[in-house]
Each structure stands twice: as structure tokens, then as C-alpha cells.
């Protein structure tokens, strides 16, 4: 083929030589700059700061929240059985809150304001693969299935949980500097309560049943009393959440209007990927070994 295309371009005579050679290397600067843009293209589907789209496999730079506020209590339910799908979900291989460096960091400053004013920081949900917001579209698909309803969205009808605003096929969670969190009383400690199951917009008196502070309804609670500046909420809840939203504001993250608990932080560093990486401790090293 080299030598086909060597004989055509050069052709027959003396200066055949001469001309076929720079073709040759017309054509070796060609498929490099091929090559090049070929590669080009591949890092800018994986990249994460520039980024498309994220794809299965690829790994976004996220670091474990343990290591940077350790005092952060972590309670991660889409790990457990202990969520609205009423089982694991997939993509969570550990109960573990995988963030965005910035993200992190952020809530660490957070959480030293709380610790001043008596309170911890708890996180729900931090990096979320695309594959655990597919299982949610085919748990909310199934309207069969309503074994969680007593608890999770009483009062709302579980086909129109996406178009109200309570799930999204496209999480922020995904892109790794979302997190779901709430706050606990230092000195409440651990989780309160019996543990009995009850609907999550039910009064309590002062201490939600896993522990954390009363916000008017419970995590993950597919509500609108869920939504941060709902009116129905006592005037003690509603300075609590005011608590909650002013200290991660104040790090640079943004609430969801329709969920109390649902924070992203303004500079993230992957705003348009969404990753499937699954959340272990594997993910740490994706990037460095993948
Ligand atoms: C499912 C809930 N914890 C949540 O994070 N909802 C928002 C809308 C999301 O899925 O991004
Ligand atoms: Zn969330």
C-alpha cells in the first residue's frame, strides 16, 4: 500500500524519488495531526473541568470526605436499604461521601462554623453515579411499586415525582459537588427515636428519628413541605433550615428551592459531566490508575 501510493505519487523518472518522499512526509504530518485530534477529541469527552457529557468509565477527581472533615457525620442511604427505593441502589459499593476537592473543602469551612455554634454537619448523599439515577427512573416507573410510599411521598403521586422536581435523570450529584445534608445537635449524638417508620412530614419534638435537628419533614421527604421556605413549617424549623442554608450560602454553595437538603456548590469544578464511576474506595484511584 505505502509502496503503491509512493509509485503514484512520485511517478515514473529522477525526480520521482525526491517528490514521493516529501508526499511521505505530507502524509506522516497528516496522520499525526490525525492522530492528534483524534486525541483531542477523546480528552475533551473525559475531561472533566472543560467537559461533555461524562461516559461510563470515566473518572472524575474526587477525594473522600472522612479525610477532609472528619467530624462530618455521614449517613449514606442509597448505600442501605434505609431510602425511598426501599433497597441499595446501584452504584453504591460503600456508604461513603465521595466529593469534589473544592466541594469538600467548602464544607469543612462549613463545619467549623456549626461546630462553634453547637452543631455537626450531617451529609445524606454526596457524588451519586449515572447509573443509581437510573435505577431511581425505573423505581419511579414501576407504579406498581409503592411499598415506600407511607413514608417517603404520602402525600404526592409517585408518577409525578420527576415533573415536580423531587428526582432529576440529569443529577447534580453526579457531577460531584452536590450533597444532601442536614444538621445534628452536638450533643444529641446518634440517631433518636424508636426508628418506627412514620410519614416523613409528621410532627416530632425537636429531634428527627435518625437524630438530626427537626427541619418539618425528613430527608428525602417527596413533599411540599420539603421545600426550603415552605410556609407550613414551625417557626423553629424554619431557623433551622435558615441555619443549615446560611452556612453552606456562606461556603459557596446553592440550595435547591424544592429541598431543604440539597446543596450544590456554585464553582464546581465538572459542571457539565456526569459521571458513573461507583461510589467505593476504588474511585479514589480511578483517575490517577484509569
Ligand atoms: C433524591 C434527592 N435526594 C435529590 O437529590 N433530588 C434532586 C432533585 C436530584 O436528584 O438531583
Ligand atoms: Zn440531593
Not at 476537592?101 to 451519586?128: E, F, H, I, M, N
Not at 428525602?220 to 433550615?241: H, I, K, M, N, Y
Request: charge should be positive.
Amino acid at each position: 500500500m505505502e509502496m503503491t501510493d509512493h509509485q503514484g505519487a512520485g511517478g515514473p523518472g529522477g525526480g520521482g524519488r525526491r517528490a514521493g518522499g516529501g508526499g511521505a512526509s505530507r502524509r506522516l504530518l497528516r496522520r499525526a495531526a490525525g492522530a492528534l485530534l483524534g486525541l483531542a477529541a477523546l480528552a475533551a469527552a473525559t475531561a472533566g473541568p472543560a467537559g461533555a457529557a461524562g461516559r461510563a468509565g470515566t473518572a472524575p477527581e474526587l477525594v473522600a470526605l472522612r479525610a477532609v472533615a472528619p467530624s462530618v457525620v455521614q449517613e449514606i442511604r442509597y448505600a442501605s436499604r434505609e431510602n425511598f427505593v426501599g433497597e441499595p441502589v446501584d452504584g453504591y459499593r460503600a456508604p461513603l461521601c465521595l466529593l469534589t476537592a473544592p466541594a469538600a473543602r467548602a464544607l469543612a469551612r462549613a463545619q467549623r462554623s456549626l461546630l462553634r455554634q453547637g452543631y455537626t454537619l450531617k451529609v445524606y448523599d454526596c457524588y451519586r453515579p449515572q447509573r443509581a439515577v437510573d435505577h431511581f427512573v425505573r423505581w419511579a416507573a414501576d407504579l406498581g411499586d409503592q411499598r415506600t410510599k407511607a413514608v417517603y411521598y404520602p402525600r404526592v403521586d409517585k408518577s409525578s415525582l420527576f415533573r415536580q422536581g423531587y428526582l432529576a435523570e440529569r443529577s447534580g450529584h453526579s457531577r460531584g459537588s452536590t450533597v444532601d445534608a442536614t444538621l445534628v445537635r452536638r450533643a444529641a449524638g446518634g440517631r433518636g427515636g424508636d426508628g418506627a417508620p412514620e410519614a416523613c412530614h409528621a410532627r416530632r419534638d425537636g429531634t428527627a428519628a435518625d437524630g438530626s435537628v427537626d427541619m418539618g419533614t425528613a430527608y428525602d421527604c417527596f413533599d411540599p413541605l420539603s421545600a426550603t421556605d415552605a410556609p407550613g413549617v414551625t417557626p423553629r424549623q424554619r431557623a433551622e433550615r435558615r441555619r443549615l442554608r446560611g452556612a453552606l450560602e456562606g461556603v459557596g454553595f446553592a440550595n435547591l428551592p424544592q429541598e431543604w437538603w440539597h446543596f450544590t456548590y456554585r464553582e464546581e469544578p465538572y459542571p457539565d459531566t456526569y459521571f458513573d464511576v461507583p461510589v467505593s474506595p476504588e474511585a479514589l484511584r480511578a483517575r490517577r490508575t484509569g
